[in-house]
């Protein structure tokens, strides 16, 4: 009995050093997703400021499509489904204005966009990472989590500007 | 920007991800960055660039069908964490951490901006497959990663979970296009070349030397031209062997042939030397693998011929040889190609994967506190699930 008792409480012990240190990885993990998704929420907006200022250089149609896209974009906060949307449209905005003109996509602009897609592969990285931990068994009985909310991937079209149109 | 590299591979032999860590310090520091690379070093006597740190040795452990020479030890362990503390880093570049390398043992002893390139693409590794949870809670301290290639996107994905950016290995294409032909070189009577491992039988020269034996039958004047260190026994007259050669000579080697031949049996993620070829403006003929494919333009680029068939690879080298004008195409096919491989812009992507690293975190690249946190992920399969 005794033999029994201390199985028992040896499998104890180990189970909840395993449990206080999945919650502990679970607490990087929403740490990174927080930070990636300040990061990438800066990216956004420095782009739809950046495609702000080009609008103004632009041809008059595609120009005043771009100057809409890009305030409806900077118009939305979050990353819900609603960003996502005017995102997209901001990317699509872009392509056109810059298969009208390619000068009016200068070296910032370009590098922002390839940052802007390098920020949301992070972060749906990092979503991903903590989806997985999430998922166990040990963090949805024991409520290891806690209040965190689950954390959603950010889909949109972020093709960057490509860099060799720009140069020829 | 303060940048740490760290290198998974003895700096002093030659190997594709050493060279790729070497060309992106260089270019790095060219463009005014402040870099470190912390390298295994094999040879106590070797010279050292002034950027390069000593991890100490290396333990040749055979992987993947070939010898990976990996770091171990608690004299490695303490360099790195000092190289780290000392560094004061505004980022951390590790490469192929998934190996039981330098690079890992960095990851285990750092926090902070800390991104990841991966360059093997290893569709079956047991290895990989048999370390994932214990690698994954390491690798999720990763503020992102990078892959040379799709393949080894694709190893990520499939191995790792995950996703990787893009960004491909890079050439100094002006170091290749520039090169003078080695002296005597090149030949009237026409040369083909080989560059890599003499001894590695995924380097394919074992398939080489037989498509020479077929085309000295009809052209016993006809040159090879080999370059790269390793013993090799039997090769037949014609056959001129450098041994392991400097980066000058490399270029020179490239520059004094004809015809490059890739006869790769697999095992490759990119192909850099078909990208070094290109630069010299050689004509290329390339082993039909998914990553040659991929870099020709499916054959626009460079002559494909079936993997480990030394019929097909003297068939193809034949048409080339006796045809300037198909040469002149691929050659001019291949200098379109590699432009958007030059370092300096691979670089610039690889900086932009550093800022977007740097905004997730504040402060740089710190000492992990805590001793090395191996997870266990079996426990909880081990452990009843208590009610």
Known sequence: MDVVLAIVGVLAVLHVSYATWTARRLDRLHARVDSATAALDAQLRARAHLALAASERAAAGSGRELGDAARAALSVAGLGHDREAAESGLSRALQAAVRDDAGIADSALVDVTTRTSFARRFRNDAVRDALVVRERRIVRWFHLAGSARLPTFFEMDDTALDRRTIEV | ?387
């Open chain 2, 1 to 387: 920007m303060k940048i740490g590299l760290v290198a998974p591979y003895p700096w002093d032999v030659p190997g594709g991800v050493v060279q790729h860590v070497r060309d992106l310090a260089e270019t790095l520091i060219a463009m005014g960055h402040d870099v470190s690379v912390i390298a295994p070093v094999d040879d106590e006597d070797v010279s050292l660039p002034g950027y390069v740190t000593r991890a100490g040795r290396t333990v040749p452990i055979p992987f993947n069908g070939s010898v990976s020479r990996l770091v171990f030890g608690p004299v490695s362990a303490t360099r790195v964490r000092r190289w780290i503390s000392e560094g004061d880093f505004d980022v951390m570049h590790l490469h192929s951490p998934e190996t039981l390398s330098l690079s890992l043992l960095a990851l285990f002893n750092a926090r902070g901006p800390i991104v990841a390139t991966f360059h093997a693409a290893n569709p079956r590794s047991r290895v990989l497959a048999m370390l994932q949870s214990p690698l994954q809670v390491q690798l999720e301290k990763l503020a992102g990663r990078i892959a040379v290639s799709p393949a080894a996107r694709k190893t990520i994905v499939d191995h790792l979970g995950g996703d990787a950016v893009l960004i491909p290995n890079g050439v100094h294409v002006h170091r290749f296009a520039s090169a003078d032909p080695l002296p005597g070189w090149p030949r009237e009577s026409g040369a083909i070349g080989f560059v890599g491992r003499v001894d590695e039988p995924r380097k394919g020269l074992a398939v080489l030397l037989d498509a020479f034996r077929l085309l000295t039958a009809t052209r016993p004047e006809l040159q090879l031209l080999v370059a790269g260190p390793g013993d090799v026994d039997d090769v037949p007259p014609n056959v001129t062997l450098l041994g392991q050669v400097s980066d000058e000579v490399k270029a020179q080697v490239y520059r004094s042939i004809d015809v490059f031949a890739a006869p790769n049996t697999g095992g490759e993620s990119f192909g850099i030397i078909l990208l070094e070829a290109m630069a010299a403006g050689t004509p290329i003929v390339a082993s039909d693998l998914d990553a040659f494919r991929r870099v020709l333009g499916d054959g626009a680029a460079g002559q494909l011929a079936t993997v480990g068939d030394a019929e097909s690879l003297a068939y193809a080298i034949s048409t080339l040889l006796d045809s300037p004008q198909r040469r002149a195409q691929l050659a001019a096919a291949g200098g379109a190609v590699v432009t958007r491989y030059d370092w300096p812009r691979v670089a610039t992507e690889v900086v932009h994967v550093y800022d977007t690293a740097i905004a997730m975190h504040t402060g740089g690249v710190v000492e992990e506190a805590e001793p090395p946190d191996l997870g266990n992920d079996d426990l909880e399969d081990a452990a009843p699930d208590l009610p």
